[in-house]
């Protein structure tokens, strides 16, 4: 394979990071961008997908799925169009690439292709919102989405100001920018008018010098040192003090898929004094909740009759598939849960009075596991997001991670 050598144009072109963007055409005579980086080019085709592919015979990765939901809807008009982990992921990638794109028109003042671009990516979220099939990704750039919102707005203000439209300008600018009282149609500073509209996005373009990163099945840790918690998630990390919250979750997050009573939690906070430490009190005080708790209201029943259903299921399956480990476990859960719903029940199925512990129990699981979500959240919104919709909370709390986004925590 033959390299090019780059050098001779490297030469030509020292790198400044003030003026490092150039505008130039290809052999084809195509218009092309080039960015001088400190060790090289980048190039940017100026209109079309960034990298100048097509994507499935499509422009862009958008249209190749717009083409395959009108496809299904022609197909399959009953059936709803779900785009999995790895549809989303292939979406962020060519979201990343306009952004990129984008900032370095927004350099080169070329505000109709930076609307158009920030219109691509606004588009993109839309679509992922709508059709993803798991949350995690239908959130994932969400944050981002008012800084690209900002700069679409301001290039469009661009675009009037210089068709001599101030009125529109002006408009644009108190409704989105702030734009002080100072500015006044009769009179007024195009140029300060100009500057004040950059100045207004230079924090978003600041905030999204790097597009967020893709999600990634990268190592994830929940890990206790003394009285701190050290989590880390998709590249982000966090130390946080150690709060009951936080070793409920942990407990949660060492067995997915499973269903654990809050009384269950609390009797195995006590068994556990290395990731619990400061709970053995409060463990042992509702360690026999599980055993000696009769009373359950009409909520708790259903979801102990619901979970007493899943366990057959589970224990059928184990049997079809000689699993006898299985098998046992279910068996032995649903022992457990038979004799919990019995004593909760009454002569002729009636519910006995309301047991004040259980609820107590619950609503302080419950509200240490808030609690600890929105600290995570403020460090971590991507975690905050992935805990809001894969824990759940009540009589019995779980965590349970979509299938396309399983997370290898390290603990």
Known sequence: MNVVDLRSCLEDWPFDAEKNVRVG??????????????MGLEQYEADGRPDGRQVHGQETVLQFFHARINAAKETRPNLGFELTTNDCAEL???????????????RLNDWRRVERDAAQILGLLDFVRQHARCEEDRLQLDPWRPHITRIRVLARAMILLAQGQ???????????????????SSGLDHRRLEEFLLESVRGSLATLSAFPPVH?????SFIRHEDYWAIRYQGHS?????????????FLLHTPGREF?????????????AMTSGLIGEGRRYAGLYEGLPILDAQAK??????????????????????PERAAQANNEMTLFAQHLAAAIGLGGRGRKKSSEAERARCAVTKRIKEAIQKISESIPALGHHLNARIKTGYFCSYNPHPDRPVAWKF
């Open 25 to 38: 055409r290809g052999l084809d005579g195509r218009e092309i961008i080039l960015v001088r980086q400190p």
């Open 92 to 106: 962020f990638h060519e979201a990343s690439a306009f952004y990129h794109r984008l900032i370095v028109l927004s």
């Open 261 to 273: 009573h809050v009384s269950e939690l609390l009797s195995s906070m006590a068994v556990h004094p």
């Open 166 to 184: 101030y009125q529109d300008v002006l408009q644009t600018a108190r409704d989105t920018f702030g734009i002080v009282e100072s500015f006044h």
């Open 216 to 220: 990634s099945h990268g190592e994830s």
């Open 302 to 323: 259903a979801e102990c009759k619901r979970r007493l259903n899943e366990l057959r299921q589970e224990l059928d399956e184990a049997e079809r598939f000689n699993d």
């Open 238 to 250: 966090a130390f946080l003090k150690s709060t009951r919250g936080l070793q409920f979750l942990a």
